[in-house]
């Protein structure tokens, strides 16, 4: 149980194109989702979190107008990274976890998004 | 603010040889950490957590972590190494409510 998963794996665009990467929780209700984004040889940065409907809440210095989060379902969450350039070009992660206990609950990864901007 | 390192960026070891992945947390109260196992087209996995208790925490695919407060650490270790360990392994620490703070990456090569 507990899968994650993204759409697309793997998206190539032009720059000035917007592109939204798909994040569902496949098997369980994810009442929140977190967006994440990997440099090569680095770690992961949390970008945003996403309540189901609820805004997202973005980190310092991400752009949120950049970076557009929607979290409409229990189930899915995307990202839209708007008039995309080759600096927004990385690997985008989410996680999603189901909330209801309490204390810490343990985040549930996708797979990840490799987004290159020509 | 809640920080993690990972003083070695890559570990070479050879097959059935013992590992040890270093991970420093800088943190005031007890944290709670985490060490995650991040392969090629596959999310990041979690190996073990540690919340309370027992300071030596056993996880999963044969890996442990020991919780030192004195030294900030949550090292990972494994007594023998099978060539499909060969990943990148990330430490992170829980931040506040849900959110968590990862360490570099160490990326592990298994030599046959």
């Known amino acids: 149980g507990a899968v994650v998963s993204q759409h697309p794996s793997w998206v190539i665009c032009k720059s000035g194109t917007s592109v939204k990467i798909e994040c569902r929780s496949l098997?369980?209700?994810?009442?929140?989702m977190f967006w994440y984004r990997q440099f090569p040889k680095q770690s992961l940065m949390l970008m945003a979190t996403?309540?189901?409907?609820?805004?997202?809440?973005?980190e310092q210095g991400v752009e949120k107008d950049k970076f557009l989060i929607n979290h409409a379902s229990l189930t899915l969450s995307t990202l839209t990274v708007t008039s995309a350039h080759p600096e927004d070009s990385s690997f985008y992660i989410c996680s999603a976890i189901s909330t209801g206990v309490a204390g810490y609950n343990e985040q549930f990864f996708g797979p990840g998004t490799r987004l290159t901007v020509l | 603010a809640q920080s993690v390192t990972q003083p070695d960026i890559h570990i070479t070891v050879s097959e059935g040889a013992s590992l040890e992945l270093r991970c420093n947390y800088s943190y005031g109260a007890t944290p709670y950490l985490f060490w995650y196992v991040q392969s090629p087209g596959q999310g990041l996995q979690l190996l073990l957590k540690?919340?309370?208790?027992?300071?030596l925490v056993q996880g999963i695919k044969g890996f442990e972590a020991e919780f030192k407060r004195s030294q900030s650490s949550f090292n990972l270790r494994k007594p023998s190494v099978h060539w499909s360990d060969a990943a990148e392994y990330f430490c992170a620490v829980v931040k506040y409510g849900n959110k968590l703070v990862f360490g570099a990456g160490t990326i592990l090569r298994v030599k046959s």
């Open positions: 540690y919340f309370s208790g027992d300071t």
């Open positions: 098997d369980f209700q994810a009442t929140t």
């Open positions: 996403s309540n189901e409907g609820s805004k997202a809440t973005y």
